[in-house]
């Protein structure tokens, strides 16, 4: 992959169209395999359960709505669907991350090394045993950043009128930004850059890395292409990091 992009190769429009590419490539189609199983195991559980419980959570949340409002309800319903869709599928993405997160690692590892030629020092299953508790720390990390500002904005939720029309959409954009940053982590950590190193360096090309977060989420909320988007955004996240970012924090 040419380091040397144009404009329109840098947008997370690109980098994610990229994913859908990279992920079927020969040689890197057997690192897909387990993240692809587990989210569809967890994804697709999680997805048919919660058809059987929105009969019961919205008209729970509805009642939230003042009576001088009743007469938007017609509008308000579906809003509250949304942010009840969108509020599921990135916690139950979330702990499929987490159950994932070595196999997109050494996704990430193996791709990297497809793109440039130059396998990282420390890699292959031996080393992902090996590096599994610094793993884990740092999906606690994420975890421990995302958690008050995602409860924030669940509590916009309650407030009557405001909630159920602004909620969502500021959950969509929170979404696309930690969805941005859940996968775009995956090569910042194969090279031990620090998870706050990792964040300044997205925030640089913000607007590019919502776009590529957005996608994610809302391939997330399509049934059948949601079981696949794991392994593809790890890709095209992937992608994006040897573009991007490699020139200035690999260790190679």
């Known amino acids: 992959m040419n380091p040397h992009h144009s404009p329109a190769r840098s947008q997370g429009i690109h980098y994610f169209s990229e994913g859908w590419r990279l992920v079927r490539l020969p040689g890197i189609r057997r690192f897909v395999i387990v993240p692809l199983l587990l989210n569809i195991v967890l994804m697709g559980g999680a997805f048919i359960w919660l058809f059987w419980q929105l009969g019961k959570w919205v008209p729970a949340l509805m009642t939230l709505i003042p009576g001088w409002l009743q007469w938007l309800s ?10 009840i869709v969108l509020v599921f599928s990135y916690f139950f993405s979330t702990v499929a991350n987490w159950i994932a997160a070595p196999f ?3 996704l990430a590892e193996q791709l990297e090394a497809r ?11 031996a080393a992902l045993v090996r590096d599994l508790p610094r793993i884990m720390k740092r999906e ?8 008050p500002r ?3 904005l669940l509590l916009l939720h309650v407030i009557p009128g405001f909630g159920q029309t602004v909620a969502p959409l500021l959950w969509f954009l929170f979404s696309a930004w930690m969805l941005s940053i859940q996968y775009c982590d995956y090569p910042f950590d194969n090279h031990k850059v ?3 190193q990792m964040r300044q360096a997205l925030k640089q090309h913000k607007t590019d890395n919502m776009q590529f ?3 994610v989420s809302l391939f997330t909320l399509v049934p059948i292409l949601n079981l696949a988007i794991m392994p593809v ?13 490699r020139g200035q924090y690999s260790r190679q």
């Open 194 to 196: 620090s998870f706050q």
């Open 74 to 83: 017609y509008l308000l319903w579906p809003l509250c669907v949304i942010s």
């Open 213 to 215: 977060g957005a996608l």
């Open 140 to 147: 606690w990390q994420k975890f421990v950043w995302y958690l």
């Open 104 to 106: 997109c690692g050494l």
């Open 150 to 152: 995602a409860l924030g």
């Open 233 to 245: 955004a790890v890709c095209g996240a992937t992608a994006m990091w040897v573009d991007r970012y």
């Open 115 to 125: 793109l440039t030629g130059k396998p990282l020092p420390d890699s292959g299953w």
